[in-house]
């Protein structure tokens, strides 16, 4: 009785402290505001230390991002010795923990007038930097009788839907016009930026329910497949941001104004970066320079090179277009001096065929035959996965560990130790970037395929 009446209490003041615009009469209405993950810290709110049983969230939420989320613990990556070497050589005019170019990403960086109470930018990526500004919804999102929707209007991010999800996490894993890694800040020493929703997800690791409680009128999402729907939507949504991201950047859109072009964290870094060895060893050479001129990088289509045998799958008139376009990108991209504005129509034409793949993709219904087809077909085409260099490689690892857990789950096959062995061994051979070989990739890829059952 004790614990529900504190409770009752708490809501109840955090409700009159942060009560929605307009609530109550008379009231102008209020901008919202960022109030800092503190606001969600009780243990009657996000902040229990276990789940709660019969709860419809688990309530550990807060618990579970001090403790086990890299995410708060982004801004300490600023402070250490490589942090303060790139904002070195990049000539920031702060140190890179006082520095927006950094803070973007790595805190919950907002205009003074956007607080609406003191917070620490120093406890990383938090609440607010995924769920959205809260100071309109905090309070009255407690109560009983308010909805999701009612939250979304003020402000909240809808991360229940996997699109816009995928889309929020992408706005610092890829990036945008007013923040984004480029060649600069990787030579500097900033890490290369790669992303698989449900791979990304599951080492975070996940603080929501897995499934969902289903919505009325809607049936209840088998708990298998939700992981495979991540990564499905996953691979469409991230696939048009960043050919979205081509296309701005073709058009000099930057925030920052810079007219770089060809920007070359858009290519192939393992084109250049590489180990050098006798010519004779040279997989590269022995392979040759498919659509590009030899000693042009090649565009970077990682995210493209596994994600376009689902679609030719799910969507085949889409996926037949899209293929169109993505053909005419990564040609253009492949020369030494790309047409700006040939990229750029080829792009933009490219990014509503993709978010239209992503809304079939997400809406579609998942089973284990159609899993098994994805599991089979890529390592059909190992090849070309493994052609498309280390980046594309390391997209087919993660399209496999994602599936292969999904599909064992459902289908409990006997030899699942086995294939379980097969793609860590994937895994494996991306450890030293320098040193990857297609030719051994590929062939460990095959290897795969008639393990399934």
Same mark, same amino acid.
Request: aromatic share 8%.
């Given at each position: 009785?004790?614990? !529900?009446?504190?409770?009752?209490?708490?809501?109840?003041?955090?409700?009159?402290?942060?009560?929605?615009? %307009?609530?109550?009469?008379?009231?102008?209405?209020?901008?919202?505001?960022?109030?800092?993950?503190?606001?969600?810290?009780? !243990?009657?709110?996000?902040?229990?230390?276990?789940?709660?049983?019969?709860?419809?969230?688990?309530?550990?939420?807060?618990?579970?991002? $001090?403790? +086990?989320?890299?995410?708060?613990?982004?801004?300490?990556?600023?402070?250490?010795?490589?942090?303060?070497?790139?904002?070195?050589?990049?000539?920031?005019?702060?140190?890179?923990? *006082?520095?927006?170019?950094?803070?973007?990403?790595?805190?919950?960086?907002?205009?003074?007038?956007?607080?609406?109470?003191?917070? #620490?930018?120093? /406890?990383? =990526?938090?609440?607010?930097?995924?769920?959205?500004?809260?100071?309109?919804?905090?309070?009255?999102?407690?109560?009983?009788?308010?909805?999701?929707?009612?939250?979304?209007?003020?402000?909240?991010?809808?991360?229940?839907?996997?699109?816009?999800?995928?889309?929020?996490?992408?706005?610092?894993?890829?990036? !945008?016009?007013?923040?984004?890694? &480029?060649? /600069?800040? $990787?030579?500097?020493?900033?890490?290369?930026?790669?992303? *698989?929703?449900?791979?990304?997800?599951?080492?975070?690791?996940?603080?929501?329910?897995?499934?969902?409680?289903?919505?009325?009128?809607?049936?209840?999402?088998?708990?298998?497949?939700?992981? =495979?729907?991540?990564?499905?939507? %996953? +691979?469409?949504?991230?696939?048009?941001?960043?050919?979205?991201?081509?296309?701005?950047? @073709?058009?000099?859109?930057?925030?920052?104004?810079?007219?770089?072009?060809?920007?070359?964290?858009?290519?192939?870094?393992?084109?250049?970066?590489?180990?050098?060895?006798?010519?004779?060893?040279?997989?590269?050479?022995?392979?040759?320079?498919?659509?590009?001129?030899?000693?042009?990088?090649?565009?970077?289509?990682?995210?493209?090179?596994?994600?376009?045998?689902?679609?030719?799958?799910?969507?085949? #008139?889409? @996926?037949?277009?899209?293929?169109?376009?993505?053909?005419?990108?990564?040609?253009?991209?492949?020369?030494?001096?790309?047409?700006?504005?040939?990229?750029?129509?080829?792009?933009?034409?490219?990014?509503?065929?993709?978010?239209?793949?992503?809304?079939?993709?997400?809406?579609?219904?998942?089973?284990?035959?159609?899993?098994?087809?994805?599991?089979?077909?890529?390592?059909?085409?190992?090849?070309?996965?493994?052609?498309?260099?280390?980046?594309?490689?390391?997209?087919?690892?993660?399209?496999?560990?994602?599936?292969? $857990?999904?599909?064992?789950?459902?289908?409990?096959? @006997?030899?699942?130790?086995?294939?379980?062995?097969?793609?860590?061994?994937?895994?494996?051979?991306?450890?030293?970037?320098?040193?990857?070989?297609? &030719?051994?990739?590929?062939?460990?890829?095959?290897? $795969?395929?008639?393990?399934?059952?």
């Amino acid at each position: 009785m004790r614990k !529900t009446k504190n409770s009752f209490l708490l809501r109840f003041m955090i409700s009159l402290q942060f009560s929605a615009p %307009g609530a109550l009469a008379g009231q102008e209405k209020e901008p919202v505001k960022y109030i800092g993950p503190g606001s969600c810290a009780a !243990t009657s709110c996000h902040g229990s230390v276990k789940p709660i049983a019969g709860s419809r969230i688990l309530q550990n939420e807060y618990s579970t991002w $001090i403790l +086990q989320d890299k995410h708060s613990r982004a801004y300490q990556a600023l402070t250490g010795e490589v942090g303060e070497r790139m904002a070195r050589i990049l000539k920031l005019d702060a140190k890179a923990e *006082e520095s927006s170019k950094c803070l973007a990403c790595h805190g919950l960086y907002t205009a003074p007038e956007q607080r609406g109470r003191a917070f #620490a930018i120093s /406890e990383g =990526v938090s609440c607010e930097n995924c769920h959205g500004p809260a100071s309109a919804w905090l309070g009255p999102h407690t109560t009983r009788s308010w909805s999701h929707e009612k939250s979304l209007a003020l402000g909240m991010t809808d991360t229940r839907n996997v699109i816009h999800r995928t889309e929020k996490c992408l706005e610092c894993h890829l990036g !945008t016009k007013n923040k984004f890694v &480029d060649h /600069e800040m $990787i030579a500097a020493g900033h890490p290369d930026l790669y992303f *698989e929703l449900d791979s990304f997800s599951a080492v975070m690791p996940r603080h929501w329910k897995v499934p969902r409680e289903s919505e009325p009128g809607k049936p209840a999402e088998d708990a298998a497949w939700v992981g =495979v729907r991540e990564w499905s939507v %996953g +691979q469409a949504v991230q696939l048009g941001a960043e050919i979205a991201r081509l296309s701005w950047r @073709a058009r000099n859109e930057r925030a920052d104004k810079k007219d770089i072009w060809p920007e070359y964290s858009e290519l192939s870094c393992f084109a250049c970066h590489h180990a050098l060895g006798p010519a004779k060893d040279s997989w590269r050479q022995e392979h040759g320079y498919a659509g590009r001129r030899p000693g042009d990088p090649a565009w970077n289509a990682s995210r493209y090179a596994v994600f376009r045998l689902l679609a030719k799958q799910m969507d085949t #008139a889409n @996926a037949q277009e899209l293929d169109r376009q993505m053909l005419h990108v990564s040609e253009e991209m492949s020369k030494l001096n790309p047409d700006r504005s040939a990229v750029a129509a080829a792009a933009s034409l490219a990014v509503p065929l993709a978010q239209r793949i992503a809304e079939r993709l997400a809406a579609l219904p998942y089973d284990q035959a159609l899993v098994l087809r994805m599991l089979e077909r890529i390592p059909e085409d190992a090849e070309n996965i493994a052609l498309a260099d280390e980046r594309g490689a390391e997209q087919a690892a993660m399209a496999m560990d994602s599936l292969y $857990i999904a599909y064992s789950r459902a289908a409990k096959p @006997a030899n699942a130790a086995e294939v379980r062995t097969a793609i860590n061994g994937l895994f494996q051979q991306l450890e030293n970037p320098s040193a990857y070989n297609a &030719d051994q990739f590929a062939s460990a890829l095959r290897r $795969i395929r008639p393990l399934l059952q």
